[in-house]
């Protein structure tokens, strides 16, 4: 059998393969962060072509976190029915599915505060919130969490030495600055231990004095001493457009690879993955346990099935980013083939 289609177990987790449907923005939830049946159809979709897990996209914890429009959330209580329907489809379709927690920025008295500003007790607001959203992704019948901490969003710029000046216990060395997201993990850990809980970070903030690979291997050494039970390895500024198979697949691999060397904490790694013997490739050669794929399930949401069935070999995906233009950030291209 493939390794990439062998079943996996990891703390609360059993996935059928080691393909992840990575977080991926739909753009397509009310105000208030519920949902309807767009979003019902395109994670059936999705979880019925085989992929082993599916990452939701950004959930937030808060009700009046404006980053961007039309995300879903988990911020109130109200929104668990909506989220109850989700995980039951998927489920129904043998894939398990994780709620992306996160934040875009931290707003107060409707101004937005960056870390530096924040009082200890704003920090214990947003952790609290964090490990709110997790009580409801449980109720609601998610497997897991991910803690978002990458792409600077606000637990990225936290942990970044380029936002985050703090001379207290949140800043000042990366154990000072990562503190915030192991009180989220022991939080969520004491109030739904049955979640696997997993983290996604930048391997870089690509930013000069931001988070450098590094540090980032440093915050995540300390969140494997303190339990995460996974760690989903990007950058910030992602889907490099003109990704060519067997040429620059995997353009996070090389840090993940150090990563998953480093810790016994299973590593997955997202990233510009085009080709299944390179896929394969990754699993056979590296400590590695699980891959991501965004843009080439918008593509092609039956790929793992066509590997699987050995009627791919290569995705279709040609990293053109029209996707991020698109109604539902759907593949313009599968739009068209869908239509004739």
């Given at each position: 059998m493939s390794k990439i289609f062998e079943p996996i177990e990891l703390n609360n987790l059993k996935l059928k393969n080691r393909l992840v449907r990575s977080a991926t923005w739909e753009g397509i939830a009310k105000?208030?962060?519920s949902i309807g049946n767009n979003m019902y159809q395109i994670y059936d979709e999705v979880s019925t072509g085989g992929i082993g897990l599916i990452i939701t996209s950004f959930m937030s914890i808060s009700?009046?976190?404006s980053d961007f429009v039309d995300i879903m959330r988990l911020s109130n209580d109200?929104?668990?029915?909506?989220?109850?329907?989700?995980?039951?489809?998927?489920?129904n379709n043998n894939c398990a599915i994780i709620a992306q927690i996160a934040l875009g920025k931290y707003y107060k008295n409707g101004k937005h505060i960056e870390p530096d500003e924040m009082s200890v007790d704003d920090i214990k607001e947003v952790t609290n919130e964090f490990i709110s959203a997790a009580k409801r992704a449980e109720i609601a019948g998610f497997d897991g969490v991910q803690i978002h901490a990458a792409h600077f969003f606000f637990l990225s710029r936290f942990i970044s030495p380029l936002v985050n000046h703090r001379t207290d216990n949140y800043g000042g060395n990366s154990e000072n600055r990562s503190r915030i997201l192991v009180e989220i993990i022991?939080?969520?850990?004491?109030?739904?231990p049955?979640?696997?809980?997993?983290?996604?970070?930048?391997?870089?903030?690509?930013q000069y004095g931001g988070l450098d690979e590094k540090e980032s291997l440093e915050i995540c050494k300390i969140l494997s001493k303190y339990g995460i039970d996974?760690?989903?390895?990007?950058?910030?500024?992602?889907s490099v457009p003109g990704i060519k198979p067997h040429k620059n697949e995997g353009y996070f691999v090389p840090f993940a690879k150090k990563l998953a060397d480093t810790v016994e904490t299973p590593v997955?790694?997202?990233g510009g993955l085009r080709s299944k013997d390179t896929m394969e490739s990754i699993l056979n050669t590296t400590n590695i346990k699980l891959l991501s794929l965004s843009r080439p399930?918008?593509?092609e949401p039956d790929l793992p099935n066509k590997f699987f069935d050995n009627k791919s070999e290569i995705s279709k995906c040609v990293s053109c980013n029209a996707c991020y233009n698109s109604f539902e950030h759907r593949c313009p291209i599968r739009q068209r083939e869908l239509q004739k």
């Open positions: 105000p208030d962060g009700d009046n976190d109200g929104l668990i029915p909506y989220y109850k329907k989700l995980t039951d489809i998927v489920h022991q939080g969520i850990r004491k109030i739904a049955n979640l696997h809980i997993t983290t996604k970070i930048n391997s870089s903030d690509f996974s760690i989903e390895v990007s950058g910030n500024g992602t997955i790694v997202v399930l918008l593509r």
